[in-house]
């Protein structure tokens, strides 16, 4: 009876009309950016272009594929989140499973765990920290992307609470068949651990695919650049020599070069996030409940 009240009906278009606008806003300027990208250079030059191609033709794409320089930071930020994503998990695994013991099986998990706290709370700051790169050899080093942000803490914290309500009873069953802690991680906690396991691949993906920051002030050379930090570049700053030749132009928009490269951008990631959306909001209240 409650659910055919007149005020639940109310209720329930409100709220369905309050998120089919908060999608509308998300989509339509990535089906702007997308007809734009399409669009010939004169209907984008004089903003004619709203969510339908005018002039349809795909010469922005065609430059911005053939051009070694986009394609070389495409490579690179796919690289990059490959291994900084895998390296990362390894690295964030590997810890939250000791620090998810009790104090009695693991000496000193408290210590540990305030210590990667106050590490997650303050920074030492973009000064020290270039340094200690600098002093490390990183600068122009393609692991200067991927070394700083290896130790996720708030990952870590995530996972294990998440080991934390593993049931004791299946650890105990595999520390009596003769199990290792090694062996008990990878055959107990890891398989019904999966979820957890897809939500930070997916923090770790969007994180590595979409940092341009790090590139800007790691790498002073723009062929070692990541896709985010070349877009930064030619969208920010305008400087689409470092993209192509300039003589190019004469026969195409800048805009919808600037569309096209800002779609082939976050095309990865729209093709993926639909698939494990969910995981995004299951990480939301991951670690809501243990400490």
């Known amino acids: 009876m409650y659910h055919k009240s007149v005020g639940y009906r109310w209720f329930y278009a409100c709220n369905i009309a309050l998120t089919g606008l908060c999608a509308l806003l998300c989509v339509l300027p990535l089906l702007h950016i997308l ?6 250079k004169a209907a984008a030059g004089a903003n004619l272009v709203t969510f339908w191609p005018v002039d349809f033709n795909v010469e922005a794409y065609a430059k911005t594929l053939g051009n070694d320089n986009f394609v070389q ?4 930020s796919v690289k990059r989140s490959i291994i900084g994503t895998a390296l990362g998990m390894a690295v964030t695994i590997l810890t939250a499973y000791p620090l998810s013991k ?7 998990r408290s210590i540990y765990t ?10 030492g700051g973009l000064v020290p920290t270039y340094v200690v790169m600098s002093r490390l050899g990183l600068i122009n080093s393609f692991w ?7 130790v996720a803490v708030f990952h870590i914290v995530l996972l294990l609470n998440f080991f934390r309500g593993v049931p004791k009873e299946l650890e105990e069953a595999a520390y009596m068949d003769g199990a290792s802690h090694l062996r008990t991680l990878t055959d107990v906690f890891l398989p019904v651990s999966l979820p957890a ?8 993906l969007v994180t590595h695919w ?4 790090d590139g800007m002030i790691y790498l002073t050379k723009p062929t070692q650049w990541p896709l985010s930090t070349l877009l930064q570049s030619i969208i920010v700053q305008v400087d689409f020599t470092k993209l192509s030749n300039p003589q190019e132009f004469a026969n195409i928009s800048d805009r919808t070069v600037k569309a096209s490269q800002i779609f082939i951008g976050s095309l990865p990631i729209l093709l993926v996030y639909p698939f494990l959306q969910k995981y995004f909001v299951k990480g939301l209240v991951l670690g809501a409940v243990k400490e």
């Open 73 to 76: 930071a495409l490579f690179i």
């Open 102 to 108: 009790e104090e009695a099986v693991f000496k000193g």
């Open 144 to 150: 200067a992307l991927i070394l700083p942000g290896l």
């Open 35 to 40: 007809a734009v990208s399409f669009s010939g």
């Open 210 to 213: 979409n940092a341009w920051f």
């Open 197 to 204: 396991l897809a939500t930070l691949v997916l923090f770790q």
């Open 114 to 123: 305030w210590y990667l706290i106050v590490t997650m709370l303050f920074s």
